[in-house]
């Protein structure tokens, strides 16, 4: 029986990461020239923490969430862990946890890493998902959501996507979003018999979601909807107006749509999404985020505001190669050692790890193949010298070595290999 990765999960093979490091370098510069630094959070975390932070109503809680468990064990224990299908809940577990509300505020962190959602498979929709995710936690100042949706802007900026622009509302805050949602049933009850199914369900269940609803009938009807703007509390509506003077003073392009929405309780004022050129896949949506002032309280902690985003790597790399994007290769061995007959291949197995010691990028073949063999292993490697042992070689104790670009082959004694090959190399 031979095995394959599971439905949706994909291996990144050796060609495409020259791609994953380019992302995952410049992300990683990017973020530190913003103050954020780095915070891994654990891969497995208890499913009731995912469960509360996502909130019923959403894909993931419903049915995505991966549960593990330990072979032999009940099933129940079974799903008291489950794989993260995201990076906020765990990070804001271990602000708590850490007791990092003591650090200087706000604290601006961010991820990299899997997330994993049972969705159905197809291109660019995974069941194993990489992403960059960034928080700046303890600041209600918009400043703070200006800075966020800058670094997610960023993240596809040094990635090389262009055309960006941001699309942005305010869903509000626990004050004034119940009248909004009561608008929002209001307008809907006398047309409810038009609704899909799950735009009925989701009226009753998580109203705002009916917002980004992709469903024609419903579409239809949201154009005369009440708009959230109208409804705003004078915080927030103080709050959504200084962010746009942001935008407007920093000259980035952005859409206020009524219809972007999360539709979770603790989420809260800004939310906002970076949009790509036309033509980058079904949607022009490149990522979301937004501010969740009442997520933290929402896991046991004090009311402490936060903002934050993701960004899917694995869509960005697939936007990459579709833009021709060009990366740099990944470094090639610069060495390849040949060797014929035993004595020359234990010298060879010394002159490759006095190489290696030295700091050059240095290989075999191994296999005590022909020469011609172990040259075409040279040649598809792409080393730029190959190392020939013989028994001549041996027994006068020096190395033939072979420019491969010019062809040209010269005798360098053994104890000065090293130092010969890192002058030419560097
Ligand atoms: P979300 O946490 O759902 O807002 O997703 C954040 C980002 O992760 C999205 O903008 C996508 O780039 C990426 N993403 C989400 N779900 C998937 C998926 N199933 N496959 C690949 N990328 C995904």
Request: proline share 5%; aromatic share 8%; charged share 25%.
């Amino acid at each position: 029986m031979r095995f394959q990765s599971p439905r949706g999960m994909v291996d990144v093979l050796p060609e495409d990461q020259p791609y994953w490091r380019h992302i995952i370098k410049s992300s990683e510069k990017l973020a530190r020239s913003f103050g954020y630094e780095r915070l891994d959070p654990v891969l497995i975390e208890d499913t009731g923490l995912f469960l509360r932070s996502i909130g019923e109503g959403t894909d993931i809680h419903d049915k995505e969430m991966y549960v593990v468990g330990v072979l032999g064990r009940p099933a129940e224990a079974m799903s008291e862990l489950a794989l993260r299908p995201e990076f906020t809940a765990g990070v804001m577990r271990a602000y708590l946890e850490h007791g990092m509300a003591s650090r200087p505020s706000p604290l601006r962190l961010y991820s990299l890493g899997h997330v994993f959602r049972h969705e159905a498979p197809q291109l660019g929709r995974y069941r194993q998902i990489s992403q960059f995710n960034a928080e700046a936690i303890g600041s209600l100042d918009p400043a703070l959501d200006l800075e966020i949706m800058l670094l997610a802007w960023g993240f596809f900026e040094v990635n090389g996507v262009q055309g960006l622009s941001f699309q942005v509302n305010s869903t509000g805050c626990p004050r004034c979003r119940p009248g909004y949602v009561a608008a929002l049933r209001a307008y809907f009850e006398p047309h409810t018999a038009r609704l899909h199914g799950d735009d009925r369900r989701r009226l009753e269940v998580n109203p705002l979601r009916v917002l980004d609803s992709k469903d024609e009938a419903t579409g239809a009807l949201l154009g005369a909807a009440p708009q959230m703007l109208d409804y705003l509390c004078d915080e927030c509506r103080a709050h959504f107006t200084e962010l746009r003077g942001y935008l407007d003073a920093i000259g980035r392009p952005y859409t206020v749509n009524h219809r972007l929405v999360r539709g979770l309780d603790y989420y809260t004022k800004t939310v906002f999404e970076v949009w790509g050129q036309a033509g980058l896949g079904s949607q022009n949506a490149l990522c979301g985020g937004g501010r969740y002032d009442g997520l933290i309280e929402l896991l046991g902690g004090p009311p402490t505001p936060s903002v934050g985003f993701a960004a899917g790597i694995d869509r960005l790399m697939l936007t990459m190669k579709a833009l021709d994007v060009a990366v740099a290769p990944l470094p090639a061995p610069q060495v390849v050692v040949a060797y014929l007959g035993a004595d020359a291949k234990l010298a060879a197995i010394q002159a490759l790890n006095d190489l290696r010691s030295a700091g050059l990028r240095a290989t075999a073949a191994f296999g005590d193949r022909g020469l011609k063999a172990q040259f075409r292993f040279a040649d598809k490697a792409g080393a730029a010298y190959t190392l020939i042992l013989g028994s001549d070689e041996v027994a006068q104790g020096v190395v033939t070595v072979r420019d491969m670009a010019k062809s040209e082959q010269t005798q360098v004694p053994r104890e000065k290999l090293a130092l010969y090959l890192t002058e030419r190399l560097a």
